[in-house]
């Protein structure tokens, strides 16, 4: 979906800066260099990532040399790589991306509210485009979140639980926020899972290996309009494409 319809979007759009979770993107399963290689080729600027950054044992490797693919910026000191990153558009505008991961019914990690506080207050104050990545499941984490960073961010965008949200909207202080950006993949399953695998997980409890499907493809996205200038956002678009099997 992404091959066939970025290009497309940016130009239709005129996308300066573009930014994409991947910690599913090798076959429903964390992400392998090559992945993540195809994807920057695409003009990604900057991956994101989250709870599945370690599933493939490549990615230890490739996330402590690349920094434009990021894992949780609030996982332990120690772990491999970086939560934030600071990229460029082509006219050269500074772009600062976080990523941060909840707590709530998600492994343990670091408070995300004061890791994001800290992160902030690092950055070269001079950057007025902020992206943050709140990867959670919670539906009311991700809204603190938002709260706790309205007129400091330029959005605040959800991940993790890969079913769009229809609440994109300005908050007061100029941020722009949607609880979840939604799933680019497989919409004839159960969050890309198999249906029938689900199914009987649900209908019996015993362990069941979990395939990725293949019907369905959607491309969703966040479309952000930000004044250079300020950092304000100033509108938010659900962006959603159905393609062929």
Request: glycine share 10%; aromatic share 6%; proline share 6%.
């Amino acid at each position: 979906m992404l091959v066939r319809n970025l290009e497309s979007l940016v130009d239709k759009h005129r996308v300066d800066f573009v930014v994409a979770n991947a910690e599913n993107s090798a076959g429903g399963f964390g992400v392998t260099p090559e992945v993540a290689d195809e994807m920057f080729d695409l003009g990604i600027h900057c991956l994101t990532s989250g709870n599945h950054i370690w599933d493939k044992k490549e990615a230890f490797d490739l996330i402590a040399r690349q920094p434009a693919l990021l894992r949780p910026l609030n996982y332990a000191p120690g772990c491999p790589g970086h939560g934030v990153f600071v990229g460029r558009t082509a006219a050269g505008q500074k772009v600062a991306v976080l990523n941060v991961m909840g707590r709530v019914f998600m492994p343990p990690v670091d408070d995300p509210f004061r890791a994001m506080d800290e992160a902030l207050a690092s950055l070269d104050p001079s950057i007025r485009i902020i992206i943050v990545d709140v990867h959670a499941e919670a539906t009311s984490e991700k809204i603190a979140m938002g709260w706790h960073l309205d007129g400091r961010v330029s959005m605040v965008v959800g991940t993790h639980t890969h079913v769009p949200t229809a609440d994109g909207r300005i908050l007061p202080g100029g941020t722009a926020y949607q609880t979840d950006v939604g799933m680019t993949g497989p919409y004839d399953s159960v969050i890309g899972v198999v249906t029938e695998d689900i199914l009987r997980r649900f209908r019996t409890g015993l362990p069941v290996r979990f395939r990725t499907a293949k019907k369905g493809p959607e491309l969703h996205a966040a479309l952000v309009t930000v004044d250079e200038q300020t950092g304000r956002a100033s509108a938010i678009e659900r962006l959603h494409i159905v393609g062929e099997d």
